[in-house]
């Protein structure tokens, strides 16, 4: 298990644990589980976008690429949400940083890869990180216009999955 995500477990456990036996950290324990499950679900998203995109370019390029880590994460919350990913993933061995959008939509089961390209190596990628972003609202109009002609102009069938 990462390091990160033994560190949050221990944070849950901690604080469910304080709430539990009645610990009072002197404010809203449940803000800080709130805190700590919502950063844990989003990781958690992130990896399954991140998985989805690895596989989806493998089945549409006929390659063999193994998803390793998820590097850096954004969400952005349009008519569902676009994950936008820095990620880690080996061929043959040789580890590679590849930027991945992953729009997803659970409601409707949608889940479509906007684009998913090479990088460069893992060498010169930072540590991981998780990180929620908002953009401006022009921005996501923007976005979300594309996305919606992309799956309106027949793209879609190529691009999605049901999970």
Not at 21 to 29: C, K, T, V
Not at 70 to 79: E, N
């Amino acid at each position: 298990m990462p390091r990160r995500a033994l560190l949050f477990a221990a944070v849950l456990l901690a604080a469910s644990a304080a709430a539990v036996s009645g610990f009072h950290l002197g404010g809203d324990e449940s803000g800080l589980v709130r805190g700590v499950l919502a950063a844990l679900r989003e990781r958690a998203e992130a990896e399954d976008a991140a998985r989805f995109a690895v596989a989806h370019y493998n089945k549409n390029q006929g390659a063999a690429l193994e998803f390793t880590r998820v590097l850096k994460s954004k969400r952005q919350v349009v008519t569902g949400t676009l994950h936008d990913l820095i990620l880690e993933a080996a061929d043959a061995g040789k580890k590679s940083v590849y930027r991945a959008k992953v729009w997803v939509k659970p409601w409707e089961d949608f889940k479509s890869v906007v684009e998913f390209r090479l990088v460069g190596d893992s060498e010169s990628e930072p540590e991981p990180s998780v990180a929620s972003d908002v953009s401006s609202g022009q921005d996501i109009v923007q976005e979300e216009a594309r996305l919606h002609t992309i799956e309106n102009d027949g793209l879609s069938g190529d691009f999605t999955s049901s999970s």
